[in-house]
């Protein structure tokens, strides 16, 4: 159990739906991250929080929106998605936001966009 | 731009044998490389990391070595089994955690 939950696990959405991604982590980390993992191309970086603040926005569109309410929860508010959206979004947690703090991972939200 | 390429998309091994998954990557001042684990439903899984400053770390069963002058990383598992099947990926970075760049994975195959 690597500490790191995230629901759904699986979801499939409109092109015209609103849905959000949760995540949590028990681990006590300040610093959480959205990815994107697409089939067979390298995991991409989306979001970074440190003690709830946004300090890494790697030029997302605007259709992905996310919330820190707090250390330990992190959303990925979704809307107006377009098929190629679909993937594995990943969420992550570290320490701190040194590469020396082991990032440990949750299982995933497999989205599927229709 | 920056890039970080495994060299092969599949690996089949043969229980008992020992892996090398190989790894290049293109930034030059990369100091910091991790290997990955990701099984089948699961997010990735930490393995092991090693700093610029190093060309070798081992770990229980898995063994990294850092080539600075080719920027090349491979990771060897010794004896593997098949519950080391799996999706390995590296990934380069520097200081902070939010800079890291990905590799897009090598499939380890374990044959009984």
């Known amino acids: ?23 949590e982590q ?8 959205w990815y ?10 989306m979001f970074v929080y ?6 890494e926005n790697n030029s997302v569109p605007s259709r992905f929106s996310p919330e820190c309410p707090n250390s330990s929860h992190l959303f990925l508010h979704l809307h107006t998605l377009q098929p190629e959206d679909s993937a594995l979004y990943l969420c992550a947690s570290s320490r701190g936001t040194s590469s020396s703090y082991e990032q440990y991972f949750g299982p995933g939200t497999r989205l599927t966009v229709t | 731009g920056e890039s970080v390429g495994l ?11 020992n892996s090398i998954i190989n790894c290049a990557y293109s930034n030059s001042a990369s100091d910091y490389f991790i290997w990955y684990k990701q099984e089948s439903g699961k997010g990735p899984q930490f393995i092991i990391d090693i700093r610029s400053n190093m060309d070798k770390r081992q770990g ?12 090349h990383l491979s ?13 390995y990926f590296c990934a380069t970075g520097g200081d902070s955690s939010y800079k890291l ?6 499939r380890l195959l374990v044959r009984p």
Not at chain 2, 60 to 71: A, D, G, S
């Open chain 2, 7 to 17: 060299h092969l998309p599949t690996l089949s091994v043969q229980e008992g044998d």
């Open chain 2, 60 to 71: 229980q069963r898995v063994t990294v070595l850092l080539n600075k002058t080719v920027k």
């Open chain 1, 50 to 55: 440190s003690l709830e603040e946004r300090v």
């Open chain 1, 26 to 33: 028990h681990l006590g980390h300040n610093a959480m991250y």
């Open chain 1, 1 to 23: 159990e690597t500490g790191v939950t995230q629901t759904p696990r699986h979801l499939v959405m409109g092109m015209t739906n609103k849905k959000s991604l949760k995540c």
């Open chain 1, 36 to 45: 994107k993992q697409s089939a067979k191309k390298p995991l991409e970086l």
């Open chain 2, 75 to 87: 990771l060897q598992i010794a004896a593997t089994q098949p519950g080391d099947s799996a999706v």
């Open chain 2, 101 to 106: 760049i990905f590799g897009s994975g090598t």
